[in-house]
C-alpha cells in the first residue's frame, strides 16, 4: 500500500500569538514541532505498512526549515520526505494550500491512500485535508478513530462524530483524516534518526509542480482575515435550586422572558 | 558544559530524553509505589534501540559503546533511577556473553536482548559473598555434556523478570577464585526457580530477587569462556558496567538538582521566591558543580574505555564512588532546599534521596570503590 502523508510544521505552543496588524501567527523564538494531530497520522501510515507493505511518502509546504518535521517522520518510519516550499506559495490560505498540495501529491505519483490530520493546531481550520480530496476528485473521509479493515480496493472505517460513531466504506484510493483516537504515535528508534539524519529531501517549488498562478499564494487564495479576536469568555450561567417541580417552574418562566 | 559529543551521541542523548520525559516521569511514581516491573518502559526502550548500545552490530546492537550507554542511563535516572537500572542491568546481565560469549552463544542471545524483547541478569552475589566475591558457594559440577548448578543467588536485580542469566558459580572449591566459572542459564530451566522478592527503600520499580539453582541442569556450552574463568569474567564485565552505575548515579544527581532549582523558584517565602536568597543559591551552586564534576570524571572514564585504555579498573571505580556520593549529597539537599515538602511523598525529591543510597552500596560498595582506588595508588608509587 502507497501510503502519502500530508504533515504541517506548527509552533509548540497552545497559546498562539497573533500580529495585529498583519493578522498572522507570530513564529519567532517559538519552538517548531510536527502539528501534534500529524503525528497520529504518520502513525497509522507506519501502522498499515508494518502490515501490507508499500511506501510513505511524507509531504510538507512550508519554508526551509519544514526539512526537519520530514526527517522526524521519517525517523518515524516514514520513507522519503517532499518539501514544497516557494516564494510564490507564501500567504496562502487552506484552499491554495490544498490546491498547491494536490500538485505535489501528482508530482509524487500513484497513492492508495493519503492520510492527514482532523486539522492543526495552529489555525484550526480542518480544511486542508478535504480540499485536497477535492482538487484531486477522490473521496474522503474525515475524523477517523479506527480502520477496520483495509484492503486493495477498499477500506473499512470508523468515524467519530459528536454525537456518535458511523461506519463508513470508501474505495481507495482517497484521503481520511485521523483523530487522536486512532493510535498513541510511536518514539522514533535510534536507527530511525540515523536514517533520517541522512534521507535525501526533495524540494518541489513552483517550477516543479507549474501550477496556475491564479491559483496559488496570496492571490490564489480566497479567504480575507478581516479581524483575528478572542471570543469573550463564556459567563457563568445560573443555577436553579430547589424542589424539581419549582425549578421547572423557574426554568419555564425565564425561558419564556428569553424569547419575549 | 560541552563535553562535545558526535553528532551520533546527541542524538542518544536527544532520543534517551524524550523517552524519560514521555515515558518514563510520567509513571516513576506509580512503580515507585507498585514496585511493578515497569514492561511498557522497556518495550519502548527496546522498540527504540537503547538495548542495541551495548550490543555489536553484528549481533543486532548499535555497537558497544560505555559512553553511549552512560548517556542513556544518565537521561533515564534524572526520570526515574528505578527504571533506568532495570535497562542497565540488563546491560550488566548482557556483558558477559558480548565480552567472553563464543559466536554460537552470541547468535543465540544477543539479537533479542538488543532489541529488549528479552532482558538479561546478571546473578552473583550470595547472602554470604557479597563484597567478598570469592566467598560463593554455588557449585557447577560437569556430568557428560552438561552441568548440574546448585546454590542459592541472592539480591539479583532484574532476577525473575529476565529472561536470561549470566550466573558464576563454583566448579573446583579447592582453586578458590580461581575456581569459579560463569554460565548462561535460561529461565525456565528445570531446577532453576526464583525465591524471595526484596522490599527495597529506593529503585523499587526494579526487581531484586533471589535466584534458586536446584540440581538444575545446563548444556555444557552454555560455559562463558573457560572453566575458571568465572572471576576474570566478573572483573571484566564491572569495568564496563561500573561507569553505567556512575552514570545513574549522575542521572540521579541531575534530576534532584532540576527539581530542587524548579521549586525553589516557585516557592515564595518573606514576598521572594526562595531562590533569591543567597543561603538558597550558595546550595544550589555547590550541587550543580558537583554534578558537573561528576559529569566530567564520568564521561572521562566511559572514553577511556571506549578508547581501549588499560587499567580502568581504577578510573571506573573513581567515578562510581564519586558519582555516586555526589547523588546522595545533592538529592539530600533537594530534600532541604524543598524543606517540609522534600520529606513529603507528594514531591519526587525523596525518591531521588532514596534512589541515590543504592549506588554508594551495589557494584561494589563504596569502600570497595576506595580499595581498588587505594590500592592501585601505592601499586604506582612503588613502581
Redesign the interface.
Known amino acids: 500500500m502507497n501510503i502519502i502523508v500530508c504533515i504541517k510544521q506548527v509552533p509548540e505552543t497552545t497559546e498562539v500569538r497573533i500580529n495585529p496588524e498583519t493578522n498572522t501567527l507570530i513564529r519567532d523564538g517559538v519552538k517548531s514541532i510536527i502539528n501534534p494531530f500529524d503525528m497520529y497520522a504518520i502513525e497509522e501510515a507506519v501502522r498499515l505498512k508494518e502490515r501490507f507493505g508499500g511506501k510513505i511518502s511524507v509531504i510538507t509546504m512550508g519554508p526551509p526549515q519544514a526539512e526537519g518535521a520530514l526527517r522526524e517522520a521519517i525517523s518515524m518510519g516514514a520513507d522519503e520526505g517532499f518539501l514544497v516550499c516557494d516564494r510564490a506559495f507564501a500567504g496562502s490560505d487552506t484552499w491554495a494550500t490544498s490546491y498547491t498540495l494536490s500538485g505535489a501529491i501528482r508530482k509524487v505519483g500513484a497513492f492508495d491512500l493519503i492520510i492527514c490530520g482532523k486539522q492543526a493546531s495552529d489555525g484550526d481550520t480542518a480544511q486542508v485535508g478535504p480540499g485536497i480530496a477535492t482538487h484531486l476528485d477522490i473521496p474522503q473521509v474525515t475524523y477517523v478513530k479506527k480502520i477496520e479493515e483495509a484492503g486493495e480496493k477498499s477500506m473499512r472505517v470508523e468515524r467519530m462524530l459528536e454525537e456518535g460513531f458511523e461506519i463508513i466504506e470508501t474505495p481507495l484510493p482517497a484521503l481520511i483524516t485521523v483523530v487522536k483516537e486512532i493510535n498513541e504515535p ?6 530511525g ?2 536514517r533520517a ?1 541522512s534521507a535525501k529531501i526533495t524540494m518541489l517549488g513552483q517550477k516543479d509542480l507549474n501550477l496556475d498562478t491564479n491559483k496559488i499564494g496570496l492571490c490564489g487564495s480566497p479567504t480575507q482575515v478581516v479581524k483575528i479576536f478572542t471570543p469573550p469568555q463564556r459567563q457563568g450561567g445560573q443555577i436553579l435550586q430547589g424542589e424539581t417541580a419549582e425549578i421547572a417552574k423557574q426554568l419555564a418562566a425565564l425561558i419564556k422572558d428569553e424569547v419575549n | 558544559m560541552d563535553y562535545l559529543l558526535t ?2 551521541q546527541k ?2 542523548k536527544e ?1 534517551a530524553h ?2 524519560a520525559e ?2 518514563i516521569r510520567p509513571v516513576a511514581a506509580k512503580y515507585d509505589l507498585t514496585e511493578e516491573f515497569p514492561w511498557d518502559v522497556i518495550k ?1 526502550a527496546g ?4 538495548f ?2 551495548f550490543i555489536p552490530e553484528e549481533y543486532g546492537g ?1 555497537g558497544v559503546n560505555v559512553l553511549n550507554l552512560c548517556l542513556a542511563t544518565e537521561e533515564f535516572s534524572r526520570a526515574c533511577g528505578g527504571i533506568a537500572v532495570c535497562y542497565a542491568a540488563s546491560a550488566l546481565g548482557t556483558f558477559p556473553i558480548v565480552l567472553f560469549g563464543n559466536d554460537q552463544q552470541k547468535k543465540k542471545y544477543l539479537p533479542d536482548l538488543a532489541k529488549g524483547k528479552k532482558i538479561a541478569a546478571f546473578g552473583l552475589t550470595e547472602p554470604e559473598a557479597g563484597s567478598d566475591a570469592a566467598a560463593i558457594k554455588t557449585t557447577a559440577v560437569k556430568k557428560g555434556d552438561h552441568y548440574v548448578l546448585n546454590g542459592m543467588k541472592h539480591f539479583i536485580t532484574n532476577g525473575g523478570d529476565a529472561e536470561t542469566y549470566t550466573v558464576v558459580a563454583m566448579t573446583d572449591k579447592n582453586k578458590g577464585a580461581r575456581g569459579a566459572s560463569a554460565f548462561i542459564v535460561e529461565k525456565g530451566t528445570p531446577g532453576f526457580t526464583f525465591g524471595k522478592k526484596e522490599e527495597k527503600l529506593g529503585i523499587r520499580a526494579s526487581s531484586t530477587r533471589e535466584l534458586i539453582f536446584n540440581d538444575c541442569k545446563i548444556p555444557a556450552e552454555n560455559l562463558l569462556a573457560k572453566e575458571g574463568m568465572g572471576f576474570i569474567v566478573t572483573m571484566k564485565t564491572f569495568d564496563m558496567s561500573r561507569p553505567g552505575v556512575a552514570a545513574q548515579a549522575l542521572g540521579i544527581a541531575q534530576g534532584a538538582l532540576e527539581c530542587a532549582g524548579k521549586y525553589s523558584r516557585q516557592r515564595v517565602q518573606f514576598g521572594k521566591p526562595i531562590s533569591s536568597f543567597q543561603g538558597i543559591q550558595w546550595m544550589l551552586a555547590d550541587m550543580a558543580t558537583e554534578v558537573e564534576a561528576a559529569r566530567a570524571l564520568v564521561y572521562a572514564c566511559a572514553r577511556a574505555i571506549d578508547a581501549g585504555c588499560k587499567d580502568v579498573g581504577r578510573d571506573s571505580a573513581m567515578a562510581k564512588l564519586f558519582a555516586s556520593d555526589v547523588a546522595m549529597k545533592v538529592s539530600t539537599d533537594a530534600v532541604q532546599i524543598l524543606g517540609g515538602y522534600g520529606y513529603m511523598k507528594d514531591y519526587p525529591a525523596e525518591k531521588y534521596m532514596r534512589d541515590a543510597k543504592i549506588t554508594q552500596i551495589y557494584e561494589g560498595t563504596n569502600q570497595i570503590q576506595r580499595n581498588i582506588i587505594g590500592l592501585q595508588l601505592i601499586k604506582d608509587m612503588a613502581k
Open positions: 510511536r518514539i522514533p528508534s535510534l536507527k534518526m540515523m539524519k | 553528532d551520533e542524538m542518544i532520543l524524550k523517552i514521555e515515558k519502548v522498540e527504540s534501540d537503547m542495541g548500545l548499535m
